[in-house]
């Protein structure tokens, strides 16, 4: 099946600092997805971007889907924005199962 | 407001008591799956339903069971629950089946089998 790889695993910054998390991924995807798990569990839907680039607030997104990569970019970073970053991606041949990577934890300190 | 919606939110329960745990989403999806994440292991995919009456298995179907009577709602049921089940379970609907679309998911549900 599909390899999905984050990193880095884990990230620890200063509020108010940017940072790039990347996620690479072994094959072809239909779609693909960034989700923010907070300290209670929830996922939260940050992006749906199987390629180009979006941006909602201080948060954006590009996937590079001929070289097989996603970035993250958090910028002005706030405590909030702690928890742990989830890359999924699925293909149609697997129907709309996402495979999720193994997420970056990160931690905005004050 | 649009969502996906499962109960009970925190479960606490003994070795072999059935349980059920419901997922309902208000969006008309066609599409709902099931997931566990587990320490380690990630989030992995339990059950699935293409539409009404038609579900499959996923990576991890042992020790559970689905049904899809309705298209809003898709019920995990743990018939002999152990202590293996343990898990935090997502419930997850997207609007499309033939290609990988959008996926929405529902706030979780933390399971403790002792």
């Known amino acids: 099946g599909i390899q999905v790889e984050q990193s880095p695993p884990d990230l620890i910054l200063q509020e108010g600092a940017n940072s790039t998390l990347r996620c690479n991924f072994s094959d072809s995807v239909n779609n693909l997805q960034w989700f923010h798990q907070n300290p209670w569990g929830q996922l939260i839907n940050l992006f749906y971007?199987?390629?180009g680039t979006k941006q909602n607030g201080r948060l954006s997104a590009t996937t590079v889907a001929t070289e097989r990569y996603s970035l993250l970019y958090i910028s002005s970073s706030q405590t909030t924005d702690s928890g742990v970053y989830f890359c999924?991606?699925?293909?149609?041949?697997?129907?709309?199962?996402?495979?999720f990577g193994e997420g970056t934890q990160l931690t905005v300190n004050p | 407001e649009a969502q996906v919606t499962q109960n009970p939110r925190y479960l606490i329960t003994v070795t072999g008591k059935k349980l059920t745990v419901t997922c309902s989403q208000n969006?008309?999806?066609?599409?709902m799956s099931w997931y566990r994440q587990d320490p380690g292991l990630g989030l992995r995919q339990i059950y699935y339903?293409?539409?009404?009456?038609?579900?499959d298995k996923g990576d991890v179907p042992e020790g559970y069971k689905v049904s899809r009577k309705e298209k809003r709602n898709f019920p995990l049921i743990l018939e002999s629950p152990s202590p293996n089940q343990t898990s935090l379970y997502f419930c997850?609907?997207?609007?499309?089946?033939?290609?990988?679309?959008?996926?929405?998911f529902g706030p979780g549900t933390r399971l403790t089998v002792t």
């Open positions: 969006m008309n999806h066609e599409y």
């Open positions: 971007i199987p390629s």
């Open positions: 997850a609907s997207s609007t499309r089946v033939d290609v990988a679309y959008e996926q929405y």
């Open positions: 999924a991606v699925g293909r149609e041949t697997s129907g709309s199962r996402l495979t």
């Open positions: 339903s293409m539409n009404v009456e038609v579900t």
